[in-house]
């Protein structure tokens, strides 16, 4: 039987490796890529002699990624290490660091005299996480669903002892076990993972503290993020799996129900049997489809994620001081998780996230030089339409974290770039900047989520953040094997 062709719009992480699948199972697999390099947000930034990680700087669940390898018979493309502790945390007008540690003892040192029978309340915390994590994983996540009716069925079979969690938000969730405001903030950060804040995010989704305290944690890559990319471009190298770069898909082509073609910017067209889309899925039908559901006014009434400013500072001098992961909070945790999605100037100073590639990459920073890699939640352009006050924002930061580290860093800078909300749009066609696509709110989560096998067409299926299951790397890799079945599903019908 001749091999069935397949084109993947998008070499994002769950383009790049729904590729490897699919030719490891006999696809003639071609991509096409808006940008210069592949990898999508999971990005990389060199300049000035520096390399930073230009979105994602450590990952959790990696057995996913063992199991992706595996399935594509290969060893993991990439080196990785456990970290240890966590990360750190830093309150604002507070000395005290905060090491997070996996190790239920460890961690519950830091609470000494903060939250009485610390160790106790998390166990009995993390009890709980781990039921609504064994009770959906297989349901919800890694699951393909035909319809809304099918996804509610299999919804029936989760243990209902999990539904009134569905009326409370992470932080309430917290709440119930942990009384020091330490404690409910440090264990509710996770939230932010998802592109909410704990005030709007279920607490279904405290299962990630399983995840991140008990189940599995989290790993740095040796060699900076973007060595997760390299390591499967050079897997698709040894597949022949072509990667067509400065390709932005704006048409496509049809016969009856299947896609024939699609069309670049250029009007250069390519055909297939197949295609595969790892553009955000809910843009793509509304902008490139013309889908009246996901028309611009239809799109901007979904939830979508905070959008992310983002800087990446070179200087010369190292930072012994500073641990690879750091979160740095201030005063008013919850005022600031009210208004981060709206408004950024209502916070007494943006809390913001640092991460130090070069700590135990010293080969992405020159020699006595460290990387440093700024993140902070931000409006997306839903609220917050211009940026024309980036610099000043991360002035300020910097400043801030100067002050923190007992060490001014901002006359030490030699390499500086900053992305707005308004650069991630453009670099990314991710909507109104939103970072992480579509929230996981309750209406937009599961089969709730726009489908990953097009509504029309019957060739053309997604794969990605908006679509199942949902936002970040470990999801990526489950989308890629979700999307895989329907592709392979739909080649046996269609001979």
């Not at 490796?17 to 990389?44: F, H």
């Not at 002892?161 to 969730?173: A, C, D, E, S, V």
């Amino acid at each position: 039987m001749q091999k069935k062709s397949v084109v993947i719009i998008g070499a994002g992480l769950g383009g790049i490796s729904t590729a490897l699948r699919l030719a490891k199972q006999g696809y003639s697999v071609q991509i096409l890529e808006k940008n210069a390099q592949a990898g999508g947000r999971l990005n990389q930034i060199k300049k000035d002699g520096f390399t930073f990680d230009a979105g994602p700087s450590f990952f959790s669940m990696s057995y996913e990624f063992e199991a992706f390898a595996r399935e594509c018979n290969i060893s993991i493309p990439f080196d990785f290490i456990e970290l240890d502790p966590l990360y750190t945390v830093h309150f604002a007008g507070n000395d005290k660091i905060w090491q997070i540690h996996k190790n239920p003892q460890l961690f519950a040192q830091q609470f000494e005299g903060i939250e009485a029978d610390f160790e106790k309340k998390f166990e009995a915390y993390i009890a709980e996480c781990s039921s609504i994590f064994h009770d959906t994983i297989d349901i919800v996540i890694k699951h393909n669903f035909s319809s809304k009716f099918a996804y509610f069925i299999e919804l029936a079979k989760v243990n209902p002892y999990h539904i009134p969690k569905l009326f409370r938000t992470f932080w309430q969730q917290v709440s119930k076990h942990f009384t020091s405001q330490e404690a409910r903030q440090i264990i509710s950060l996770v939230a932010f993972f998802l592109g909410k804040t704990p005030f709007d995010t279920s607490s279904i989704y405290t299962l990630l503290s399983y995840t991140e305290f008990k189940h599995d944690g989290y790993y740095n890559v040796q060699g900076g993020m973007y060595q997760i990319v390299i390591g499967i471009l050079r897997e698709l190298d040894k597949a022949n799996v072509n990667i067509q770069y400065n390709t932005e898909i704006t048409k496509v082509e049809y016969i009856g129900n299947k896609i024939s073609s699609v069309t670049d910017k250029q009007g250069i067209t390519y055909t297939a049997d197949i295609f595969v889309v790892n553009a955000d899925a809910a843009v793509f039908r509304g902008k490139v489809l013309q889908r009246k559901a996901y028309s611009e006014k239809k799109l901007a009434r979904k939830d979508w994620t905070m959008g992310y400013l983002t800087f990446y500072i070179g200087i010369n001098t190292t930072l012994p001081q500073v641990h690879h992961h750091n979160y740095f909070l201030g005063r008013n945790y919850k005022e600031y998780s009210n208004h981060v999605l709206e408004d950024i100037s209502t916070s007494e100073k943006p809390y913001y996230y640092v991460n130090v590639v070069s700590k135990y990459n010293k080969e992405c920073a020159p020699e006595g030089c460290e990387s440093l890699f700024f993140v902070c939640p931000v409006p997306n352009l839903l609220n917050k339409q211009s940026w024309d006050d980036a610099e000043e924002i991360v002035t300020g930061i910097l400043q801030d974290f100067s002050k923190r580290i007992g060490q001014d860093i901002i006359p030490l800078i030699v390499s500086k770039t900053i992305c707005t909300p308004a650069n991630w749009e453009q670099q990314y066609n991710l909507y109104k900047g939103s970072g992480l696509g579509l929230s996981h709110a309750i209406k937009q989560i599961g089969g709730l989520r726009p489908r990953n096998y097009d509504e029309v067409f019957k060739n053309m299926f997604y794969v990605g953040a908006s679509t199942v299951p949902g936002a970040g790397l470990p999801m990526a890799i489950i989308s890629s094997k979700l999307a895989t079945e329907r592709v392979v599903e739909y080649s046996k019908k269609n001979g």
